[in-house]
């Protein structure tokens, strides 16, 4: 059974354009008790990236949701899979 758990954060690039990007992340425990995420990034109502669906290391939903907002973050500053 899978369990989602979806939440919205802001973050700021520190480099280039500088914007500010609103992100909606959906953490899932599948079935099997792995965790997965799926992003999406948006600037001022338009979709700039992601939607895929990515595994997840942790092995508990604080540690999953945590390691998934450093990878978006990390995305975000570094534009991987996200447009400026």
Not at 6 to 34: D, P
Not at 73 to 79: P, R
Request: hydrophobic letters at 35%; a negative charge; charged letters at 20%.
């Amino acid at each position: 059974m899978y369990q989602p758990h979806v939440l919205e954060f802001s973050h700021r690039r520190s480099q280039g354009l500088q914007r500010t990007y609103k992100v909606t992340l959906n953490v899932t425990q599948l079935s099997f008790g792995a965790f997965a995420y799926e992003p999406w990034v948006h600037h001022q109502g338009s979709f700039k990236g992601n939607g895929i669906v990515f595994p997840l290391a942790s092995g508990d939903l604080d540690s999953a949701i945590s390691e998934a907002r450093a990878r978006i973050e990390t995305d975000v500053e570094q534009l991987n899979g996200v447009s400026e």
